[in-house]
């Protein structure tokens, strides 16, 4: 079966730090892109990061560029998400999926991630 365990979520001040871990099985790991994903109360999921799957490239949106760091070890099948200064507006749950690497995009094809993990929850305090 395929999984997608994420971790590694928590409650922390604003100016905080944590490390998301996404872990994955069932799936051959080295062919799949792996990106983050986000959704605070009452918004819609939206995408965060993702890296393509040899750890080449790797994309984050404007609001969290320079602050998110994403990576990939292959020998543990583990994508990791590196969060600091933390901001009010980040708190949501944060969840990873796996997408086939497109030949043309970064990450995944139009047709989006093919496997989807649980989520972690990241609260932010001010």
């Known amino acids: 079966d395929v999984q997608l365990q994420a971790s590694g979520g928590g409650s922390v001040q604003a100016g905080g730090s944590l490390r998301l871990a996404c872990v994955a099985s069932?799936?051959?790991?080295?062919?799949?892109?792996i990106g983050w994903f986000r959704q605070a109360p009452g918004k819609e999921r939206e995408g965060v990061s993702c890296i393509n799957s040899d750890g080449s490239r790797s994309f984050s949106i404007d609001s969290v560029k320079g602050r998110f760091i994403i990576s990939r070890d292959d020998a543990k099948n583990t994508v990791y998400l590196q969060i600091n200064n933390l901001k009010p507006e980040d708190a949501a749950v944060y969840s990873c999926a796996a997408g086939a690497q497109s030949r043309t995009a970064l990450c995944w094809g139009q047709t989006g991630p093919d496997y989807w993990g649980q989520g972690t929850q990241v609260t932010v305090s001010s």
């Open positions: 069932g799936f051959n790991f080295d062919d799949y892109a």
